[in-house]
T-cell receptor, first 113, second 114 residues
């Protein structure tokens, strides 16, 4: 299995809702990432997990809460989001400490209303 | 600071011609670069990579050139095809003690005209 699977593909949520984005990989990668991508912009790094521990947080607001329950799964919990948080959220994984092999999922298209 | 940027936001190219996409970076300590292709509704897809101790690397129909003197890299696509229409990003990979960090440049949209 050489894929990163993200669910759901599309999500519409209200500003008072709580929702979660899910990401799964079975490549044995011990580094996993969340990126946010606005239209016509490059992906922006949000969080890095290394060996299931949060290792990098790029000053992301606390309304975004990541979780890595095991080496294959990565979640992003969403609460009290704003319309400007609407974006494509990408998950990626790679081998820890290696430059090569970053693999991206197809993303979750999030719309906050 | 660290940054990876692109010169041209949109490149229109005739089918069969060669495409050249440029990227500038600012950190002379940058060690490893990756080019990605992103099609509509999909995540970035790996095209080719290059380490800073190289100045050229070739793949199938693609070549990456790295000029460390002027902190510039380029992606050349030979005989551009309609399927090459996408947004192309350069990215820099850095290995930190805390973990890997992959930073993207601004992106160039390639439109292939039949």
């Amino acid at each position: 299995d050489t894929e990163v699977t993200q669910t759901p593909k599309h999500l519409v949520m209200g500003m008072t809702n709580k929702k979660s984005l899910k990401c799964e990989q079975h490549m044995g990668h011990r580094a996993m990432y969340w990126y946010k991508q606005k239209a016509k912009k490059p992906p922006e790094l949000m969080f890095v997990y290394s060996y299931e521990k949060l290792s990098i947080n790029e000053s992301v607001p606390s309304r975004f809460s990541p979780e890595c329950p095991n080496s294959s799964l990565l979640n992003l919990h969403l609460h009290a989001l704003q319309p400007e948080d609407s974006a494509l959220y990408l998950c990626a994984s790679s081998h820890f400490g290696q430059h090569y092999g970053y693999t991206f999922g197809s993303g979750t298209r999030l719309t906050v209303v | 600071g660290e940054s990876v940027g692109l010169h041209l936001p949109t490149l229109s190219v005739q089918e069969g011609d060669n495409s050249i996409i440029n990227c500038a970076y600012s950190n002379s300590a940058s060690d490893y670069f990756i080019w990605y292709k992103q099609e509509s509704g999909k995540g970035p897809q790996f095209i080719i990579d290059i380490r800073s101790n190289m100045d050229k690397r070739q793949g199938q129909r693609v070549t990456v050139l790295l000029n460390k003197t002027v902190k510039h890299l380029s992606l050349q696509i030979a005989a551009t095809q309609p399927g090459d229409s996408a947004v192309y990003f350069c990215a820099e990979s850095r290995i930190k003690a805390a973990g890997n960090k992959l930073t993207f440049g601004g992106g160039t949209r390639v439109l292939v005209k039949p």
